[in-house]
């Protein structure tokens, strides 16, 4: 075996571990989610206490995140479909990658500001 990495750079595979990364971690998300949602029917204050840890730069960074990861997954999941279900898809599964990653950074630039809005005019004033 070459020496190097196991994909050897091949687009395909490395957005086959991006899909199944961005998978687990918007698992774990919901799976954080529905915990501190249920918390509210143990104890309303402790709800909003976990509530209020989620208001500082550094969650909404992670939210930024989230969001990357789940324009990402939808996208690819659609390039997934396309390159199963559709007799040309093998074919132009490169292509249509280059094409979800296009959408996908224009998505995330012009999701920048309304996510982190908030986080740049704490740390850059109003």
Known sequence: MPAGT???GREGMWSWVAHRVTGVLIFFFLFVHVLDTALVRVSP?????VVATYKNPVVNLLEYGLVAAILFHALNGLRVVAVDFWDKGAKYQRQMLWTV???WVVLMAGSFYPILEH???TLFGS
């Open 101 to 103: 990653m296009a959408v």
């Open 45 to 49: 204050e402790a709800y909003d206490d």
């Open 119 to 121: 986080t740049l005019r």
């Open 6 to 8: 196991l994909y050897r």
